[in-house]
């Protein structure tokens, strides 16, 4: 009987014991409730997605798309293009990019520029790098994956990276470089349990970050492809590996970068923001690696968009709004972020002057720039226009200069567009504009065709219309993609680079006119006032290749950095200094525009008038931009000079 | 006895024998002694009430050292056989002291029971069991079921307020069905988990807001780790167990309690009447060189009120809430049951309205807000065998909710924000969408038109918990050991249904053709919008279900003075939580726990849990929790005499660990933080024909897992001592802590360099501690000077202070900037230095220079900052820590009544000390984005007059539209910072108990009438709302309210 009562609670201490020895079931989590770096690199399928993670991440995109609408935006600056960060514009309508030239620019307001969605992508490709050697070779629905192709895959993975370290080194200088992929490990001090990285948090020097691409460039190139079918243009091809290495090569020969002295002080830490010494080498190699790339494009026949029935203004601006066209052959890779800016997107609602459902923001193209920089095309004079004038004047001195300005800007006696559809609301040939009514400090008032338009305020004049005056008016949808490396960048990097080493080398010209051509100039050659004033003359010549990348790369995010890089950024009217508008009003109480009739009654009756608009602030410390507050705060970062 | 108790045979023998058996509690090992002992001696006698005379029933009689007794009948007689002269007849009730006496010759014994007012028998509901305060080593505190039914409250949470020490519960709103108190025990002591302690509903982690106060027989504290160990991982934070009433034996005890109130919103804003602000408005205008808003013949219109449509004067406090809006609550309880079965049944009803003053504009929307919940609970307990018992607890609370579709926090802030000159609410009995010349003033959405049209929100929520279980005694085996176990199922069902509808709104707008003042105030009615069709929003339903099992085995046994009981005890549960398509959350441990006591003189107490959750990586599951407790009661020793001065002295000490994994269910920090987790990634497109780019699946890193995830540890001190003076009529309790959290949870400094921060899970780094104080005063005495006047008197005070220790937090440039060193949320800001009166100072070219002043510089009436780091800029780096945080460090509350012929009044006092708020938007800013409203509080501004004159001045110089962002005198500061400790007349109480007497005919065994009131009285320094409003409120906060109360309690 006893037995048998022991024996009773020896099985209910067993059950007890039991119940909580089975925890290895109780408290598991469910296998398949997490995706494992393990999970993702043990076959190609996976493996490839995370291929393609490292395409969505490690993204270049100048054009706006929606500031506040997620990780991958990246919109210039708040809502409004780069471009109005210097020269090349001025927003209207909306402040948020005049921070950059008021001079309340700080260290926590940079928007620009987002470093953890650019680190998010390095890491991607990072991890991709040193997981993809996991993944067995095999054929499988989607991919055939092999040594050959792994190795394309893994070069295509270490370009998109080093063209993610590029677009911070021109940003910042030496930054800090994920060598591996970086883990969390904890130590004990003390009585504490402290978290580190395990990597070097702090900045290299410029010199080990610029390697750190070229090396990238240099270990990918003979894996690339140098073309791709249909369905994976897009791709990081040979040419693109080129060009990125070509284009650092041409940053580290620039003045910024190539010299012992740095554009400001910095305590001891001179190697984070220049080279060190100058070498007229660097130059040299700049040269050679975009002369490199212009032989690969010849060769697999990239070549400018030039069609006769565009002719030069459109075709130029085919090449650049308009990316997926077929007789678009210049685009060496360009921003596939997006399919395509859908409608009502903030491109076209803060851009376009002439959206005519909403959006309240325009940008200018600046009076100054037009006339330091559009030279009249038969004549290749500067576009110099009286402080006071006639509207006819403008017209006239406007149609007259590189027909590459009618391409990006639209001005009163402008169209819109020549082929696109914008017309219908209102981008007639005597487009709409901003009229200050009844005499010189009359109300400023929207005229014109169609519908309202929108963007009201000064500067108003000449506006922005690259990459959006091809945009479907009907559904808004802009088919336009961001250009990272297009053609004719290139011919301009070699000429540049060139004329450092060789002024007299021919190949400056013979690039130079590929340029001119197209654009609808004559040649350079005997005779052209150019030529004759530049050629051989390495200062003369520089300033000349300036002024055409000016031009020719327009709002393509080039402008801000090269007048960094040429070191002209503090030059009166680049950055800094006084910029004008041009006010245009009528003349008498004689209606310039007959509102009943629907028509302008006199173009003479309207004068225009350039009056400064605004100071702008530019200091020194701008030549590298601050890394964010928060990150210096971390405690690894050391801030760039004067931040 | 009943006829059937007789002993006609064999039978009959050993059907007395079962009853005997199953009665038998603990002494079943004498049995054999019944048999022995025949019955010599019939004692019979009546037992009284000591406070009123009434005979009382149900009262037990057992003779010491037997099983046999009986209870006295509903007269209070009694009739007993005890085997000799030497037998002590025991007499016990609860509620009552018990009382001996020793037979001896009497054949008569009465006696009259007097009421417990000592605590010493008490037995005090620990985790899984209870245990006799007497020999109690760990700090826990109780309240009981009487003392909470005197607060009218509607959340179970708010009684408890003021009540106990060590146990904050601080209420942020008075919305109905949202009202529940955050609960702290012992102040806070982490900064990443939650603070919250765990809360048992009859020994299961269960929700408790919807449980009815009248179902509640105690509520516990569990503070210290030799209280808490067992809970292991969930115990860190202190432990509230709310156990339910059960029945006692005895003829049906039916209760019916009936409560009408009122509840009244309390501490509103005092808002600006519009020619107030016209007035300072344009005072504001002037101050930034801006035109003056309203004419002269504004001005006059708002002073004369002559032109109520178009110069309206709106008290919108008045025009949005009604002052008194009801609150019922009833309860039936019906109690008792026979030796083998008990029972305890009870209903309840809850009703609140809410305050909005709704008008009628449309039949089927009713935007305001109300909670009903029906609550019905059956507590049941059956003796099955002599050793086998089972308790079935089912419970089921019913309730249904509505609230404003816009939310009452929008309401509240609307009608906040909404200056006195906006409109008028209606006009002829049409919302006014918008008045014409309010536009500038009136903001977009009117609060009645966004009550209205934002129809609303209704909530349908069942919750059933059920538990059985079951006790098994093994003292056949081995005597003193039992076998227990319980399972529970609880299921919670919502649903949600928002109905929104317009209604017929007008606007009003200026007669353009007026020629004379009087058509002038006439106005046009143009139709904003017609009365339209309800629209259906979204219906949302959400559930979960838990169930819980646990098994034990006891064993308590007493060897000549070594008492000594131990308890294993193994647990597991699992939480299906359906509305977040989660996978269920499962806890699993193992609790023991030996007690020892040597002559209740020494006491020894170990517990541990070793209890482990899905949470934490494999192998790192589970954790072990001990705790060692030592008691010492003085009062036992020799050397000490008990006399009628001391009568108990008892010194604890406990010292332990135990855990929190509260952090690591939160969703938003995401369940398995071991895991690494890949998802689906971003967007890349390729092709070549614009219309058809094809983006290829992708798969991106989402989080790296921390293997060595864990619970936070806190390992807590406690000492104290509890001490009875003066025939116990005096007690006193008091304990000192500390604790050291450790292993909290915690995001790193990590550096761009490592790709997006956020992909890391957060780490147990985290260090901070917690030391404090606590201590409970009671006092009981009847002052025969005046007959039968029974008084009391309670206070409780308590203090916690918390530091962070480490918190791997960025490097700071000053040391004044780190938060570790500082309390858990401690608010930052700068310093204000009062204002900056004259024209000189301002001037002061050494005067440091603020970062958000106007270029122009600063004018007299701005704020002056400190400049801490001597740099001559006012910016964030001179931010200090300033004040205390939002939870209060100070805790205390005192109560104290009295009954005298049936009349009781009781009052309890509440407060909090070392607490800050700081409000933010229309609760701080006036004329905000130049049209919003201000309050009356304005009017004590700085302007050169009032400061000439010398007069207070608590506001900096009006200016229209200020943001704290960007405007000197707004941003974050001392200045705006302000102490919320209160004093509350938090509950009183008069009562009336009518005398059995009275009763007895009328077949009623008691009645008690009432009337008391909550919330009563405030003192407090923050002006314009309840000093509890959560720190960076924007004063949308659904007003605290205070209730009057009347209400009865019969028993039959």
């Not at chain 2, 049209?453 to 005694?473: A, I, L, T």
Request: glycine content about 8%.
């Amino acid at each position: 009987m006893k037995f048998l009562k022991l024996t009773g609670v020896f099985v209910i201490g067993l059950s007890m014991i039991i119940s909580t020895s089975c925890v290895s079931d109780f408290l598991e989590q469910p296998l398949d409730s997490v995706i494992t770096v393990d999970s993702v690199f043990n076959n190609p399928d996976n493996a490839m997605k995370a291929f393609y993670q490292v395409y969505s991440t490690c993204v270049v995109n100048g054009l706006i798309n929606g500031y506040t609408t997620g990780d991958w935006n990246d919109s210039g600056c708040r809502d409004a293009m780069l471009s109005n960060v210097c020269d090349e514009g001025t927003m209207i309508g909306n402040n948020a990019p005049k921070k950059y030239t008021n001079g309340t620019w700080n260290a926590t307001n940079q928007d620009e520029f987002d470093i953890y969605r650019v680190m998010a992508g390095i890491r991607n490709a990072v991890l991709y790098v040193e997981n993809i050697d996991k993944t067995p070779y095999a054929k499988t629905a989607t991919v055939d994956w092999t040594e050959q192709y792994k190795n394309q895959c893994v070069a295509e993975v270490k370009i998109l990276r080093a063209l993610m370290y590029f677009e911070m080194v021109k940003r910042y200088g030496g930054v800090p470089l994920m060598t591996k992929l970086p883990k969390i490990v904890i130590a004990k001090e003390g009585d504490k349990n402290i978290a580190k990285v395990d990597m070097d948090g702090t900045r290299r020097s410029l010199k080990s970050t610029f390697d750190y691409i070229i090396k990238d460039c240099e270990e990918a190139i003979p894996y690339l492809s140098n073309s791709f079918s249909a369905a994976e243009s897009g791709r990081i091809s040979k040419g693109a590996g080129l060009a990125l290495k070509a284009r650092t090569l041409l940053y580290m020969a620039s003045p910024l970068f190539n010299t012992d002295t740095p554009y400001l002080p910095f305590d001891g830490a001179d190697s984070l923001i220049c080279l060190g010494n100058y070498d007229q080498n660097r130059w040299q190699l700049a040269a050679d690696a975009n002369r490199e790339l212009l032989e690969w494009a010849s060769a697999f026949d990239y070549k400018l968009l030039s069609d006769p029935a565009l002719g030069p203004g459109e075709s130029y601006n085919y090449a650049t709004g308009l990316q997926l066209d077929v007789r678009n052959k210049e685009t060496i890779l360009m921003d596939r972020s997006h399919t395509r800016l859908t409608a009502g997107c903030m491109m076209a609602r803060m851009l376009c002057p002439i959206w005519y459902s909403w959006g309240n923001c325009a940008q200018s193209v600046n009076i100054d720039y037009i006339q330091k920089m559009y030279y009249n095309a038969t004549t290749d004079q500067p576009t110099t226009l009286a402080a006071e004038g006639k509207l006819t004047e403008f017209i006239t001195k406007m149609k007259a200069a590189d027909p590459r300005l009618e391409a990006v800007a639209w001005f009163p006696g402008s169209a819109y567009s020549k082929n696109g559809t914008w017309t219908a609301a209102g981008g007639g040939e005597v487009g709409k504009m901003y009229l200050r009514v009844g005499g010189y400090n009359g109300t400023l008032t929207n005229v014109g065709n169609g519908g309202t338009g929108v963007g009201m305020g000064e500067p108003a004049g000449p506006y922005f219309k690259k990459f959006i005056n091809l945009t479907n008016a009907t559904t808004a949808v802009t088919e336009c993609w961001w250009p990272i490396f297009r053609l004719a960048e290139f011919y301009l990097n070699y000429a540049e680079a060139l004329n450092e080493v060789n002024p007299t080398h021919p190949d400056i010209i013979t690039n130079l006119n590929i340029i001119r051509k197209r654009a609808g100039l004559q040649d350079l050659k005997l005779g052209n006032p150019v030529y004759d004033q530049c050629f051989g003359n390495k200062d003369k010549m520089r300033s000349y290749i300036q002024r055409e990348r000016a031009i020719e790369l327009y709002g393509e995010e080039h402008r801000p950095f090269d007048v960094r890089r040429w070191k002209i950024a503090s030059q009166p009217g680049v950055m800094g200094g006084d910029f004008n508008k041009i006010v245009f009003y009528e003349n008498s109480t004689t209606k310039y525009w007959d509102a009943s009739a629907k028509r302008y009654n006199n173009t003479d009756l309207v004068s225009y008038k350039i009056e400064k608009y605004e100071t702008r602030v530019w200091k020194d410390n701008m030549y590298l931009y601050p890394f964010p507050q928060g990150e210096v705060n971390k405690g690894f970062i050391k801030q760039n000079p004067g931040w | 006895m009943s006829k059937s108790f007789k002993l006609n045979s064999i039978a009959d023998k050993t059907k007395l024998l079962r009853f005997v058996l199953v009665l038998s509690l603990i002494f079943n090992f004498l049995l054999p002694h019944v048999f022995a002992a025949e019955p010599k001696i019939t004692v019979i006698g009546t037992v009284t009430d000591a406070s009123n005379g009434e005979p009382y029933p149900g009262v037990n009689v057992i003779i010491e050292g037997t099983s046999i007794g009986t209870i006295t009948d509903i007269n209070g007689k009694y009739t007993i056989n005890v085997p000799s002269k030497q037998s002590v007849l025991l007499f016990t009730a609860i509620g009552f002291q018990k009382e001996k006496r020793q037979v001896n010759n009497q054949t008569i014994i009465n006696l009259s029971l007097s009421a417990d007012v000592q605590t010493l028998d008490e037995v005090v509901v620990v985790a899984y069991g209870s245990q006799k305060k007497e020999t109690l080593t760990g700090a826990i505190a109780n309240v009981k079921s009487a003392e909470l039914l005197r607060a009218p409250v509607s959340n179970l949470t708010n009684s408890l307020v003021g009540r106990m020490s060590g146990i904050t519960a601080i209420q942020r709103t008075g919305e109905p069905g949202g009202d529940a108190a955050q609960l702290y025990v012992r102040g806070v002591s982490t900064f990443g988990g939650s603070a919250a302690p765990l809360v048992l509903v009859d020994g299961i982690e269960r929700s408790y807001g919807d449980v009815d106060v009248n179902e509640v027989e105690t509520i516990s504290v569990l503070k210290d780790a030799s209280a808490t160990a067992v809970f292991g991982v969930r115990g860190a934070n202190g432990v509230v167990i709310i156990t339910t009433k059960r029945g006692q034996e005895g003829k049906p005890k039916v209760s019916l309690t009936t409560n009408f109130g009122y509840q009244n919103p309390i501490n509103l804003p005092k808002l600006l009447n519009a020619y107030d602000y016209a007035t300072l408005r344009n005072e504001a205008a002037k101050n930034v060189a801006a035109t003056p808003v309203f004419s002269a013949y504004d001005i006059e219109r708002y002073l004369k009120h002559d032109d109520p449509v178009f110069h309206p004067d709106i008290d919108w406090m008045e025009e949005s809430f009604r002052k008194y809006t009801p609150q019922n609550q009833h309860n039936l309880n019906v109690s008792g049951g026979t030796k083998n079965a008990r029972y305890f049944v009870s209903m309840g009803l809850l009703d609140q309205d809410g305050i909005f003053k709704v008008g009628n504009f449309t039949n089927d929307i009713s935007p305001n807000p109300y909670y009903k919940r029906y609550n019905i609970r059956g507590n049941l307990d059956f003796d099955l065998t002599k050793n086998f018992s089972l308790s079935i607890n089912n419970s089921i609370s019913i309730a249904k909710s509505n609230y404003a579709g816009s939310g009452s926090g929008a309401l509240l802030g609307q009608i906040l924000g909404t200056s006195p000159l906006s409109g008028n609410v209606s006009y002829n009995g049409a919302i006014v969408r918008e008045t014409e010349f309010a536009k500038d003033f009136s903001i977009t959405n009117p609060p009645l038109y966004q009550l209205y049209v934002n129809g609303y929100n209704q909530h349908y929520e069942s919750n059933f918990k059920m538990d059985v279980s079951g006790v098994y005694k093994l003292d056949d085996l081995i005597k003193g050991l039992r076998v227990r176990g319980k399972f529970a199922y609880d299921n919670y069902y919502k649903m949600s249904t928002s109905r929104s509808k317009n209604p017929y709104m007008v606007t009003l707008r200026r007669n353009p053709n007026a020629k004379t003042f009087n058509d002038s105030i006439v106005p046009i009615v143009v139709v904003d919008r017609f009365e339209g069709p309800v629209t259906a929003g979204a219906d949302t339903y959400s559930k979960n279900r838990r169930m819980y099992g646990e098994l034990a085995l006891e064993y308590s046994t007493k060897i000549e003075e070594h008492s000594i009981s131990a308890l294993a005890l193994g647990t597991a549960e699992r939480l299906y939580n359906g509305s977040d398509g989660q996978l269920p959350f499962n806890y699993m441990g193992l609790v023991g726990r030996v007690t020892y006591n040597y002559k209740n003189k020494y006491l020894a107490d170990v517990n541990a849990g070793y209890n482990g959750s899905e949470n934490f990586y494999k192998n790192k599951q589970f954790g072990f929790f001990p705790s060692f407790s030592l008691g010492y009661v003085l009062t036992e020793e020799s050397f000490i005499p008990k006399n009628e001065y001391l009568t108990h002295l008892k010194i604890r000490g406990s010292y332990g660990l135990v855990g929190n994994d509260k952090a690591y269910s939160d969703r938003n920090l995401g369940r398995f933080l071991f895991s690494d987790g890949f998802t689906g990634g971003g967007s890349y497109y390729f092709g070549t024909t614009p219309t058809t780019l094809a983006t290829q699946a992708s798969i991106r890193e989402n989080t790296l897992g921390n293997r060595d995830v864990t619970w936070e540890t806190a390992l807590k001190q406690n000492i104290g001592f509890d001490l009875h003076l003066f025939k116990e009529k005096l007690s006193l309790s008091a304990d000192l802590f500390s604790e050291k959290r450790d292993n909290i949870l915690w995001s790193l400094n990590i550096p761009i360099s490592f790709g997006k921060p956020s992909l890391v899970n957060k780490y147990n780094i985290g260090k901070a501690s917690n030391y404090g104080y606590e201590f409970e005063l009671s006092f009981n005495d009847r002052l025969n000077a005046i007959k039968g006047l029974n008084y009391w008197l309670k206070a409780n005070y308590s203090f916690s202070e918390n530091k962070i220790i480490y918190m791997d937090e960025s490097p700071q440039i000053y040391d004044y900037q780190y938060r570790t060193g500082n309390r858990i949320g401690q608010p930052f800001g700068l310093q204000a230095l009062g204002f900056y009166n004259t024209p000189e100072e301002c001037a002061d070219p050494n005067r440091p220079k603020s970062i958000w002043e106007p270029p122009t510089g600063v004018v007299p009436g701005n704020i002056k900052y400190k400049d801490q780091n001597g740099d001559g800029i006012i910016n964030t780096y001179d931010e200090v820590a300033i004040g205390y945080p939002n939870v209060p460090l100070v805790v205390y509350g005192f109560s104290g009544g009295f009954e005298w012929k049936g009349f009781e009044i009781s009052v309890l006092f509440q407060g909090t000390g070392m607490v800050s708020t700081y409000l933010i938007g229309d609760a701080q800013i006036p004329f905000g984005a130049g049209k919003k409203s201000a309050m009356e509080s304005v009017k004590e501004r700085w302007t050169p007059e009032r400061y000439a004159a010398g007069e207070p001045i608590t506001f900096p110089r009006l200016i229209p539209g200020a943001s704290n962002t960007a405007d000197n005198d707004y941003i974050n500061s001392s200045f705006w910072q302000k102490d919320a400790s209160y004093l509350r007349l938090k509950n009183a109480e008069v009562a009336y108990n009518f005398s059995s007497k009275l009763l007895k005919p009328l077949q009623i065994k008691s009645l008690r009438l009432f009337v008391n009131g909550q919330n009563l009285f405030t003192w407090s320094k923050v002006k314009n709302f309840d000093p509890e409003i959560a720190a960076n409120s924007g004063g949308g906060i659904y007003p605290m309210v205070r209730v009057f109360n009347v209400g009865a309690n019969i028993s039959f």
